[in-house]
């Protein structure tokens, strides 16, 4: 099973690609760990500083999907 793989050097973003005018990465792939699963997903900017990135993830029979917030590490 997927999800019992090491979460140590795992790649979980495929194949983004970055729109400069929408300032956002779109077209590519994320995966989950906790549900082993992987989904299209879209990644922009949640303010201008550019230190959190808002991801969309589009899962299958969601209108929505689900969004998480990711913050820079320092």
Same mark, same amino acid.
């Given at each position: 099973? @997927?999800?019992? !793989?090491?979460?140590? =050097? @795992?790649?979980? @973003? $495929?194949?983004?690609?970055?729109? #400069?005018?929408?300032?956002? &990465?779109? =077209? %590519? /792939?994320?995966?989950?760990? !906790?549900? %082993? +699963? /992987?989904? #299209?997903? $879209?990644? *922009?900017?949640?303010?201008? =500083? +550019? $230190?959190? @990135? +808002?991801? !969309?993830?589009?899962?299958?029979? *969601?209108?929505?999907?689900?969004? $998480?917030? &990711? /913050?820079?590490? =320092?």
């Amino acid at each position: 099973s @997927l999800k019992e !793989r090491s979460l140590l =050097n @795992l790649v979980i @973003l $495929q194949e983004v690609k970055y729109d #400069r005018r929408e300032e956002s &990465w779109s =077209n %590519g /792939t994320l995966y989950e760990p !906790r549900d %082993g +699963k /992987t989904y #299209r997903c $879209q990644i *922009s900017f949640f303010s201008s =500083n +550019k $230190q959190k @990135l +808002k991801v !969309r993830i589009f899962m299958p029979f *969601s209108i929505k999907g689900r969004i $998480q917030s &990711w /913050t820079k590490a =320092n």
